[in-house]
C-alpha cells in the first residue's frame, strides 16, 4: 500500500495536511526508535521529535509543527500531519493488524442448553459451556473454554476471550470484550459479622456492562446483595482490576491495571484511575478527576482534579508534602539539635 492509498482509508477529518514524497510504498507500522524502511511512524509532543532525524521510517505521522514537517521533507521522509497523531496512529495499525477473531459456527465439542437463543454468525469455541436461558447477539464471538451461566444476555459484535467466565443473570451490552481469565458477576464479598462468625449474606444482584465496556485479563466485576453492579458505556479496564460489590462506574472512564475498588464506590465520566490507586467503601469521584498511581482515595475526589498519595490529596498539595518528606532526615537532625541545646 502506498502513501496516497493508505491516506485514503484514513478518517479525512484527522488529517490537516501531507507530502507524499516519492509515495513510498508501506508495509507496516512501528514506533519511531525502531521504524524501518516502508513503515510509518508518528511523533507527538517533543520527546521524540529529534528521532525525526534519525529515523528510518519512510512516513511519519506529525502534529502541526512546520519546522518538523521541513525536516522530514529535508530527509525524503514522507509525512502526514494531524491534531491527533497518536490517534492517527492508532487509526493506522488498525489497516495494517486485525486481531484474529474465527469464522461464524459452533465448535462440536461446545456444550449449549437447547434453550440459548443465538443470534447469526456467532461462533462458539472448543469446550464452551453456555447455560440455560442465555441470549447472545448477532456475530458475537466466545472463544474457548469460557463458561456462559444462566441467565446471561450478552450483546452484539461482543468478544469474550478463552476461560473468562460470565455468572449468572449478567447483561453485557453490544461491543464489548471479556479479556481471558476475568470473571464478571461472581459473587460480592459479603459476609455479616455475629457472634458464632461470619454468616454468608447472598448476593442476589447483578453486573451490567453497557455497550462498548472492555474488560481486561484477570479482571474481576462482582455483583452485589441487592442491586447491581454498572460500568457503562465505553470504559475501558485494564488487566488485574477489581471492582467490588454495588460499584457505578461512569462512560469513558479508564482504570490502570491493578485498580481495586471497596463496595459501593461511584465513579463519574471521563475519569483516569492510574495503576494499583485503591479506592475506599462508598468513596465518590467525581467526572474527569484523575487519580495518580499507587494512590488511595479514601472519601472524595471532586470532578476535575488531579489527586495523588495515600490518602490521596490534591496533586499540588502532594508535591509540596513530597519535598518536605525528602528533607524530613535533615529536618529531624535540626529538630534533636534544637530540643538538645535547649535542654
Known sequence: MNVSELIQVLTPDLIMDHSLGSDPEIVGAAAIDIAK???????EGGKFAARVDTTEASVLILPIDEDLQQRATARGI?????????????????????????????????????????????????????????????RTCIMANAVVYPGVTIGENSLLHANCT????TEIG???????????????????????GWFKMEQSGIVVLENGVEIGCNSAVDRPAVGETRIKANTKLDNLVHVAHGCTIGSNSALAGQVGLAGGVTIGNNVLLA???????????????????????ANRVPAGEVYSGTPAIPHAVYRKVSVVIKRLPEMYDTFRKLTKNKG
Open 166 to 169: 460470565i455468572h449468572e443473570r
Open 174 to 196: 453490544s461491543n464489548c470484550v471479556i479479556h481471558s481469565g476475568a470473571v464478571i458477576g461472581a459473587e460480592g464479598f459479603g459476609f455479616v459479622p455475629t457472634p458464632q
Open 37 to 43: 524502511s516502508q513503515e510509518i511512524s508518528y511523533v
Open 275 to 297: 495503576g494499583q490507586v485503591g479506592v475506599s467503601n462508598q468513596a465518590v469521584i467525581g467526572d474527569g478527576a484523575i487519580v495518580s498511581a499507587q494512590s488511595g482515595v
Open 78 to 138: 514522507a509525512w502526514i500531519s494531524t491534531k491527533a497523531p497518536r490517534l492517527l496512529f492508532a487509526a493506522v495499525i488498525k489497516v495494517f493488524y486485525q486481531p484474529f477473531r474465527p469464522a461464524p459456527g459452533i465448535h462440536p465439542t461446545a456444550i449449549l442448553d437447547p434453550s440459548v437463543q443465538l443470534g447469526e454468525d456467532v461462533s462458539i469455541g472448543a469446550h464452551v459451556v453456555v447455560y440455560p436461558g442465555v441470549t447472545i447477539g448477532d
